[in-house]
């Protein structure tokens, strides 16, 4: 009994070390990305937005943007923000786990560092950084923090996928969308657009599609990287936006769901919410 409770206790201690090992080699991590982030930063300008800025894009962009932006609201350089909800695991099917998330955006240079805890069991979770850095696309997945199952990083297709991510994601940031900011926009018809983002040596073009109430419903690009056992592979890619509400004065999609369009059908894989966001202008 004495051993018995003696391996007991032995084991606990070293779960437990392991956990506090994994904890403080991710926050290393995370500390470094972040640092890498902010050190990449360049002052944006103007200072403001004016609506003369939207005289001459597609209608459907203006249209858009006179809801998102107030008159006068100062143009976004950061933003932080909390998410919750799903990612699935299959590559074909249906395998749904939680996950929560935190999230370091900036606009100018655009980068960000999503940093994620995917519930696989009880008591065990898969970290995550997903980040666009100083040009450079990062996806790191990790159990625990601690055994690291795949690690990616370029500044080719890694680094296309995630900027990607920004360029989708900018809605929840809507004056990245402005000219100034470096967007450029191309009439499709009056119901889409579509929008060219330049970084370094990477340009990007995806479509973006409006709703009757004026509003971006869905962003498309005809390829992205999609990791297939442990590869990338260049696959049509969506990201639908709904549920718009008002934050900081700023119209909005709380909620949202990507998905990959596979030559099997559509495959979504991410379904969140944002909790929380805090801007910086």
Request: glycine letters at 8%; charged letters at 25%.
């Amino acid at each position: 009994m004495k051993w018995a409770l003696f391996l007991l206790l032995a084991t606990a201690a070293v779960i437990a070390a392991a956990w506090a090992m994994g904890q403080w080699r991710w926050s290393t991590k995370s500390r470094d990305l972040l640092a890498r982030l902010e050190a990449a930063r360049v002052p944006a300008a103007p200072e403001r937005f004016d609506p003369r800025e939207l005289d001459g894009l597609p209608p459907p962009v203006a249209r858009h943007l006179r809801q998102a932006l107030p008159e006068g609201t100062g143009i976004i350089r950061a933003v932080d923000v909390v998410h919750r909800g799903t990612f699935n695991l299959s590559a074909t099917g249906e395998r749904w786990r939680p996950f929560t998330s935190r999230q370091r955006v900036v606009t100018r240079r655009p980068g960000f560092v999503w940093d994620g805890r995917v519930s696989m069991l009880p008591g065990v979770s898969v970290h995550v950084h997903d980040a666009y850095v100083d040009g450079e696309g990062i996806l790191e997945p990790a159990v625990l923090g601690l055994l690291t199952l795949t690690k990616l990083r370029d500044r080719d297709e890694v680094a296309r996928g995630e900027l990607m991510r920004f360029f989708a994601e900018a809605a929840w940031y809507p004056t990245a969308l402005l000219p100034s900011q470096g967007m450029r926009w191309e009439a499709v018809d009056d119901r889409s657009a579509r929008a060219t983002l330049v970084d370094g040596e990477l340009v990007l073009t995806m479509t973006f599609h409006f709703s009757d109430d004026g509003l971006i419903e869905a962003i498309r690009a005809d390829r992205r990287g999609r990791t297939v056992d442990g590869r990338i592979v260049p696959t049509p890619w969506e990201g639908r936006m709904f549920n718009y509400q008002r934050r900081d004065g700023l119209l909005i999609p709380l909620d949202g769901e990507v998905a990959w369009l596979t030559p099997q059908g559509r495959l979504p894989y991410w379904r969140g919410t944002i909790a929380e966001i805090a801007y910086q202008r």
